[in-house]
């Protein structure tokens, strides 16, 4: 079901649905981009859903939906870097150095690759016994894919607004419900 | 879809009268650059392009009627690159007062009603007023250039521009020696144009050059592209064009014009002074304080196409790096 954004990117990007439109690039960048960054919302989400609902099983979900967040924000870096970029290693680094908000970017794709990467079987018990630190990471990323998100628009942009209301109020709630377990 | 323009070309050759043909074509049969360059090559073989002609069109989902525009091609300022595709050109398109997506100016621009349409001119002028676009605009006298196209965003087109030069407007209002700016709005209409519902940026629209720029032979007051009046999502029924500055300095569907001797206060200036100055000249030196201005890449070269380099005035120093001597352009961005 979460593939179902790509899916139809995957069509539109051979012609189907009316297409890609007239800068293909630029609309597979956005639209992995803006994917990625819902889902990651939706990972932080979880927590304070699980917690309401009293259904701690809901805590489970953070796994899959977070990988499927890295698994589009990885198009999303992909897409930039082999075909935006033609793969110039050497022009990607001048591009993110001069670039803020590509900074911004990659720090927060970095978080998430070595959440990612550490979510393989092998590690499963090191994932289990960093789970601070994961998700620690992962407020980190999203954080920053917000920032991203809302600095690389001329103008500002509604949902940039709604991700840094929401995200600024999950981290708040976050740090109450820590603080108060521990006291 | 060929077959159909030369059919109604042929029967205005013969008939030598105007003529209104209704054409309903789907989107994606609307003009590719090679059927317009075939077609032109037509038109101009059997010599059309003085003669009155009148096909009126509609465009994609919505009623948008557009006349052809009779006009010659100015040479000496078209580039031979080959121009974006019609559905590139009139579907990929900043104009926030329809939205801010690329594609909302082309969904959104429906109900607006570039006809009759009239102009306020004021300031440093002898002559001032309230003026229809035909007392502006000599549409016996249009040209057509083909110019390149370069957004702030760092994405460029080649487009097929019918207009006449700003300076023969300007020029019919005897501006003042103390008319050192020209500013220009855009139309305020909230009920037409959803995008100012929102204040995202200072509406109405407003920009301005200093008078040399707009005086400047390639300078355009654009009335229409590929041989056919503006959609309402390129700026109908009036638009200017200044091809060696960025994108948004060339400001749509124009309804005030004043002379100034101040500069006058641009709208994506006043929105974020640090990163758009009133000068906006294409510098591929001079980056956006967020975003590289050293490549571009070019609509319509398809998913694998790569970015090119971006030169100095959009590739117009020639004709216009007189204006800027002695400017720090890193300074006067």
């Known amino acids: 079901m979460m593939l179902v954004p790509y899916f139809l990117l995957t069509l539109k990007s051979f012609g189907y649905l009316?297409?890609?439109?007239?800068?293909?690039?630029?609309?597979?960048?956005?639209?992995?981009?803006?994917?990625?960054?819902?889902?990651?919302?939706?990972?932080?989400?979880?927590?304070?859903?699980?917690?309401?609902?009293?259904?701690?099983?809901?805590?489970?979900?953070?796994?899959?939906?977070?990988?499927?967040?890295?698994?589009?924000?990885?198009?999303?870096?992909?897409?930039?870097?082999?075909?935006?970029?033609?793969?110039?290693?050497?022009?990607?680094?001048?591009?993110?150095?001069?670039?803020?908000?590509?900074?911004?970017?990659?720090?927060?794709?970095?978080?998430?690759?070595?959440?990612?990467?550490?979510?393989?079987?092998?590690?499963?018990?090191?994932?289990?016994?960093?789970?601070?630190?994961?998700?620690?990471?992962?407020?980190?990323?999203?954080?920053?894919?917000?920032?991203?998100?809302?600095?690389?628009?001329?103008?500002?942009?509604?949902?940039?607004?709604?991700?840094s209301i929401m995200v600024t109020i999950l981290i708040v709630w976050r740090f109450k419900i820590s603080t108060s377990r521990s006291s | 879809m060929l077959e159909s323009i030369y059919e109604s070309d042929k029967l205005d050759f013969i008939d030598m009268k105007i003529k209104e043909t209704k054409i309903k074509i789907p989107s994606y049969e609307i003009t590719s650059e090679s059927a317009y360059l075939n077609r032109r090559k037509l038109i101009q073989s059997v010599g059309l392009l003085s003669l009155g002609v009148g096909i009126s069109e509609r465009s994609f989902g919505q009623d948008q009627s557009v006349q052809t525009l009779q006009s010659i091609k100015n040479e000496k300022y078209s580039t031979s690159e080959i121009p974006n595709s019609y559905s590139d050109i009139t579907t990929y398109n900043n104009f926030y007062e329809f939205g801010m997506q690329k594609s909302d100016p082309y969904i959104n621009s429906g109900m607006f009603e570039p006809k009759p349409w009239s102009v306020e001119v004021s300031g440093e002028a002898n002559i001032t007023g309230t003026f229809d676009i035909e007392d502006l605009i000599d549409f016996n006298k249009l040209e057509e250039r083909i110019y390149r196209l370069r957004c702030v965003e760092a994405w460029s087109m080649v487009i097929p521009w019918v207009g006449i030069p700003l300076s023969a407007i300007l020029k019919k209002f005897e501006p003042l020696s103390s008319a050192k700016y020209v500013s220009f709005d855009t139309v305020y209409r909230p009920d037409q144009m959803p995008g100012q519902k929102r204040r995202i940026l200072r509406w109405p629209y407003t920009e301005g050059l200093t008078i040399q720029e707009a005086m400047h032979p390639l300078t355009l007051m654009a009335v229409g592209i590929y041989g056919k009046e503006l959609l309402n999502q390129n700026g109908a029924p009036m638009r200017l064009v200044i091809p060696w500055k960025y994108g948004f300095k060339s400001i749509k569907s124009i309804n005030k014009i004043r002379f100034q001797e101040r500069q006058p206060k641009t709208s994506w200036n006043i929105s974020a002074p640090q990163e758009y100055g009133f000068y906006a000249n294409v510098n591929p030196a001079v980056d956006h304080p967020r975003w590289s201005q050293a490549r571009e890449r070019r609509i319509g070269t398809g998913f694998f196409g790569a970015k090119q380099p971006t030169t100095l005035f959009n590739g117009y120093a020639d004709e216009v790096a007189d204006l800027y001597r002695g400017l720090n352009l890193r300074k006067y961005y």
Request: hydrophobic content about 50%; proline content about 3%.
């Open chain 1, 18 to 163: 009316s297409g890609l439109g007239a800068n293909p690039v630029e609309t597979i960048i956005h639209e992995t981009g803006l994917w990625g960054l819902r889902f990651l919302m939706l990972t932080l989400l979880l927590t304070p859903i699980a917690y309401y609902s009293k259904i701690p099983s809901i805590n489970k979900l953070g796994k899959p939906v977070g990988l499927m967040a890295f698994f589009y924000l990885l198009n999303h870096f992909l897409t930039y870097a082999m075909i935006d970029q033609a793969g110039d290693l050497g022009v990607i680094i001048v591009d993110i150095i001069e670039t803020p908000y590509l900074i911004v970017g990659w720090g927060g794709f970095l978080c998430l690759l070595g959440v990612a990467s550490v979510s393989f079987k092998r590690l499963e018990n090191w994932f289990n016994q960093n789970r601070s630190t994961i998700s620690g990471l992962v407020y980190t990323a999203t954080v920053l894919g917000v920032w991203h998100f809302y600095w690389q628009a001329k103008v500002v942009e509604i949902e940039s607004l709604i991700y």
